[in-house]
């Protein structure tokens, strides 16, 4: 039973931190989604832009909070289908 775990999906968890956003704009304004983020100072209350829906448009969303160091077995979502924080929004 131990050989056959091996090299089964035990061998194949990640870490990865997760960003908890609310849309701000677009059809879907006020929805909740997860996103991987790879932007370490990333805090809750930055706006930020996400891909949205099956065009991955750029869309400014609001930080509600971001959990750091989540393995591959306690994602909020399914890490093979997230995607991930594109930026931090700037205004110019």
Not at 27 to 33: Q, T
Not at 57 to 65: C, D, S
Not at 73 to 82: D, K, R
């Amino acid at each position: 039973m131990i050989h056959s775990l091996a090299g089964g999906d035990l061998g194949k968890i990640k870490v990865n931190d997760f960003a908890k956003v609310e849309l701000l704009e677009g059809l879907s304004k006020g929805g909740i989604f997860w996103y991987i983020t790879k932007i370490e100072k990333l805090k809750a209350g930055d706006v930020v832009l996400v891909p949205f829906g099956k065009a991955n448009a750029l869309t400014k969303a609001k930080v509600l909070r971001v959990d750091r160091g989540v393995s591959s077995q306690a994602s909020p979502i399914p890490t093979h289908h997230a995607k991930e924080v594109y930026c931090i929004f700037k205004e110019v």
